[in-house]
């Protein structure tokens, strides 16, 4: 096990937290604002979140920085839970919750909400959520696990317990995901904090198989199928 130092940790406390202010600057205190500035702070915020790992890692740890090679520990599991996961969330929608007056149907607060939102960022016309829904399904799916997973969770187990490392780290991968629910369904929403509570143990879920796979592969495929899920609802949602 490497050294674990106090600047170590605070450099981690800072990751964890980063998102969620970055998620409270642009889509909640900014929301009124042009959607260049939000874009633009979504941007900058954004290359500053997952350029961190590679400065702290390569040029002021100086440790070795190398793109892992392929391998298929963990892929076929993380692949099956993802893949789980994505189909009982698509058709818990198309069953329940997409249903005229349940939480997500036509015209019903969270759905105005959710095409309100999209209409401040810029997003306002199928093709371009489509092409939204492909850059956080396929992209930004595997930045989050390298940054969540890879950095956050796997450098707190240099200092602390696997378990303790696991709970943090989902703890903040989680936060800023309270702000995107809080957002869309009201904070006193039970499917806010249920939303977010299936985001924890997800967060959790996938740190376990990092710790036994010690590979991120799998866990990106995991992610990306129920980021494309709630792309498909989402869509659904905005634009049927």
């Not at 674990?4 to 202010?21: D, E, H, Q, W, Y």
């Not at 692949?79 to 015209?107: D, H, S």
């Not at 209409?119 to 989050?144: K, P």
Request: glycine share 10%; charged share 10%.
């Amino acid at each position: 096990m490497k050294s674990f130092s106090r600047t170590n940790g605070i450099i981690l406390v800072i990751a964890a937290i980063f998102p969620f202010f970055l998620t409270l600057i642009y889509f909640v205190l900014l929301t009124d604002s042009p959607v260049i500035v939000q874009r633009l702070v979504y941007g900058i915020g954004k290359i500053i979140q997952f350029t961190l790992p590679v400065f702290w890692v390569g040029v002021l740890c100086r440790e070795r920085w190398l793109v892992r090679p392929w391998n298929a520990r963990g892929f076929a599991e993380g692949m099956a839970f993802g893949m789980f996961i994505a189909v009982a969330m698509v058709l818990l929608y198309f069953f329940y919750l997409g249903l005229p007056e349940q939480l997500l149907g036509k015209n019903t607060p969270a759905s105005l909400a959710i095409i309100a939102k999209m209409n401040r960022l810029g997003i306002t016309n199928g093709q371009q959520f489509f092409l939204l829904g492909v850059f956080y399904s396929v992209i930004h799916s595997g930045l989050e696990e390298y940054y969540w997973r890879w950095f956050v969770f796997g450098r707190l187990q240099r200092g602390w317990s696997c378990f303790f490392a696991a709970i943090i780290s989902s703890l903040g991968f989680t936060a800023h995901h309270i702000l995107l629910l809080g957002t869309y369904f009201g904070y006193v929403s039970p499917f806010c904090w249920l939303g977010s509570l299936g985001v924890a143990v997800g967060g959790l879920y996938w740190a376990w198989l990092y710790k036994r796979s010690d590979s991120i592969w799998g866990i990106w495929i995991s992610h990306g199928f129920i980021d494309a899920a709630i792309f498909i609802i989402g869509f659904m949602t905005c634009f049927r």
